[in-house]
């Protein structure tokens, strides 16, 4: 199958690239820049700068996982502005491009967070969960809408709402180790709010998952079965790394830091992947342990 991929040098790009090479299907990636990507993306790997440079190779099936990483820098009003254009921008060129097309593609899976839900307290959240409205919220919204515009082209689409994504070299773990296997971590404000998560290696099964189920459309919580609050995530962290976590980081010395972006540290949902779990998904690493585990033995 050919499949289009943006964000494919990304953190889960990467790896999804890998597995679907290893698979037999054929890539097609958009990015920035081609020369980078051709050196870090499998053999064979067919790149573009733009969307619409894929006219005449007409794909089978989209990954959309393109967007400026949203925790990289306070949000001004302009950081704002970027951070939506980088994901609805692309995302409404691959509308375009479905428009266009004689033979349109099967499905389209686009990149969604967690934020989508908001600050949701301790309470349970699956897809059906109605979303606090504050700017992640608004920020998925806008970008899950614009996928969605593909429907009416005849694509399949599925959406997916990512947690935090943990493996070595990047994720979650890249800004969290460091500091913890000195001894220097500790929960973040209070710690009671809730971190849903993800290892890398399930998120992509669960793109694979979803590009093979033509039944499956719609919103999917894209995270581990058994969220942790914070407290919880790093007590297990520095355990695992047989360290103290017993500096916490004050909420106020976030708020301070970070103004509104600190809402990513200090608030959480307890997202449960519901509707992948009724469609029969398995994930191989349910627990925090369990994942942990696996990444720190390499």
Same mark, same amino acid.
């Given at each position: 199958m050919r499949i289009l991929?943006?964000?494919?040098?990304?953190? !889960?790009? %990467? %790896?999804l690239c890998e597995r679907l090479a290893e698979a037999g299907h054929a890539l097609l990636v958009v990015s920035r820049d081609p020369a980078k990507a051709q050196r870090v993306l499998p053999a064979g790997t067919d790149i573009e700068s733009?969307?619409?440079a894929f006219t005449d190779r007409a794909p089978e099936a989209i990954v959309n996982?393109?967007? *400026?990483?949203?925790? &990289? %820098?306070?949000w001004s009003n302009e950081q704002k502005r970027r951070l939506i254009d980088s994901r609805v921008a692309i #995302?409404?060129?691959? !509308?375009?491009?479905?428009?266009?097309? &004689?033979?349109t593609p099967a499905v389209m899976i686009s990149g969604s967070a967690m934020g989508y839900?908001?600050?949701?307290?301790? %309470? &349970? !959240? #699956? *897809?059906d969960t109605p979303p606090h409205d504050e700017f992640a919220h608004r920020l998925c919204e806008s970008w899950e809408q614009a996928a969605r515009e593909a429907e009416a082209f005849g694509v399949r689409v599925a959406l997916v709402r990512i947690g935090l994504v943990l493996e070595r070299g990047g994720g979650t773990l890249a800004r969290m180790l460091p500091p913890f296997k000195l001894g220097l971590g500790g929960r973040f404000g209070s710690g009671r709010q809730f971190m849903p998560w993800v290892h890398r290696e399930d998120l992509v099964r669960i793109i694979e998952f979803l590009l093979e189920r033509d039944a499956l459309q719609g919103p999917f919580n894209g995270s581990a079965p058994h969220p942790v609050t914070n407290t919880e995530f790093a007590r297990t962290l520095a355990r695992h790394l047989r360290r103290p976590a017993l500096l916490p980081v004050p909420a106020l010395a976030l708020k301070l830091g970070f103004g509104e972006m600190s809402r990513l540290l200090l608030t959480g949902a307890d997202m449960r992947p519901a509707r992948l779990q009724a469609a029969g998904f398995e994930f191989r690493y349910? #627990?925090?342990? *369990?994942?942990? #585990?696996?990444i720190l033995k390499q």
């Open positions: 991929i943006t964000g494919g040098t990304g953190f !889960v790009g %990467r %790896r733009s969307v619409l996982l393109a967007g *400026e990483a949203i925790a &990289e %820098r306070r #995302t409404r060129d691959l !509308v375009m491009l479905c428009q266009h097309l &004689e033979n839900y908001g600050d949701q307290g301790d %309470r &349970e !959240v #699956t *897809e349910p #627990t925090l342990d *369990e994942a942990l #585990t696996a």
